[in-house]
């Protein structure tokens, strides 16, 4: 009370000239607070809805959540040998290797592999080793696997929904899923892994203009269905930014996102800056030494690199049916359409071997579950389709609106050496503004089927450093859902 009294003793033996300089300041000062505080508020993108049926939508949703089995035929097989069987090859250039794409050679060592080595059935088992399940969201049969998980005493479970790119599938998690759902640990991992609309078992759009927004909605959808109101999510390629838009949508529901691809520049006139300084004087940008070694030499890595080696998306942002239909009809041909970046992607230097190195770093088994995953379900041409919904539609892709909304939920970054464009810490920070780890992975790339731990540890390190909400325990009521365990 005396102070009260005090404050107004002093205002009035202001001079009313001082007195009104007082309060515009005051004024000012507050309104400041304001806008910072405005600032900082967590910005959403809208959720949206969408239907992607031919027809109208219906008033009531079934909301069923259906075991999935994969099954094949031996129609199937014979069909699948009689086209490989038929496959025109053209001969590879003399010293061509991997720099005029697939090698012939090679790939003729490949078929005759699928041919007679390859067993389907087997690998059929395989990808039925995890409880599959399908829900219609939005007029689409939406595919996932659901791995609950070995609980130990005191662990901790968190559910984690990862996402897969092109030309991947759900199929390249199968190596780290026991690193999740097994371990050691205090906390343990619920993986939920879905394919992508257009992917795989997930049903194709009926309709133009499927993007990753509606994917990220779409799988906000399938989370609450399954009951879950907080969780982690993690994806690469188009899975990081499916992953980025649902958290840029629903930022109250990520407990942390982890990312393998990261997507971020800050304003022109400040990345040139720090291309200009970043080679010779890192620290004053923020860059640090293997950042360095990842940029330069500029030209040579961030320009003549992408003109090699994203010919791939100009196609499939502008008329991806065309060269779809080709692929769609030559398993071999698609084989070598999908295995050619399996090996580049995975290092730049494979374009220099005759096989793409592609045995070393993987099993022919594993590469060729994956082709007949988009073999078998006719996939190819709608999961290139994602490209010309996201690039190549009329609206300009960087001016969209989740290109320009940050991304306020804890993040985890792994920086992969053979991504297409390397994304600094310092770069990160003008999307990402709660980085909580980033690491700089030793090889490789954000790609399909990577090594198990050095998919797992980010991963792990990442939501360990992003953890913080409280998990809301899981039940689904679903009768069918629950039955399959």
Known sequence: MQTAETIQKALSDLDPCKLKVLVVSSVGIGGLLCYLAWRKKTKKIPVGDGWWRVGEKPLSEDRTIRPFVVETSEEMIQDLYQRIDQTRYTDSLEDGRFHYGFNSAYLKKVAKYWRQEFDWEKQVRVLNKYPHFKTNIEGLDVHFIHVKPVQRAGQKVLPLMIVHGWPGSFYEFYRILPLLTETQGDFVFEVICPSI??????????????????????????????????????????????????????????????????????????????????????FLVGFTREDVRRIYPYMQKNVYEILRESGYMHIQATKPDTAGCGLNDSPVGLAAYILEKFSTWTDYKNRDLEDGDLEKKFSLDDLLTNVMIYWTTGSIIPSMRFYKENLGS??????????????????????FPHELLHCPRVWARSRFTDIRSYSYMPRGGPRPFPPPKSAELPVRRGCRKTGGKTNKAHKTQDPFYSQRW
């Not at 909605?217 to 109101?229: A, E, P, S």
């Not at 990520?254 to 691809?261: E, K, P, Y």
């Not at 892709?397 to 985890?412: A, C, E, H, M, S």
């Open 197 to 282: 609309p257009g992917y795989g078992y997930s049903e194709a759009p009926h309709k133009q203009g499927f993007s990753s927004l509606d994917a990220a909605r779409i799988f906000h959808k399938l989370m609450d269905r399954l009951d879950f109101t907080d969780y982690y999510i993690q994806g690469g390629d188009w899975g990081s930014l499916i992953t980025s838009n649902m958290a840029q949508m629903k930022p109250e529901c990520i407990q942390g996102l982890h990312l393998n691809m990261i997507s971020a520049r800050p304003g022109s006139t400040l990345t040139i800056i720090c291309l200009l300084v970043g080679r010779y004087l890192p």
């Open 394 to 415: 009329s609206s300009n892709f960087y001016k969209r609106l989740d290109n320009v909304t940050k991304i306020y939920v804890p993040t985890g970054l792994a920086a």
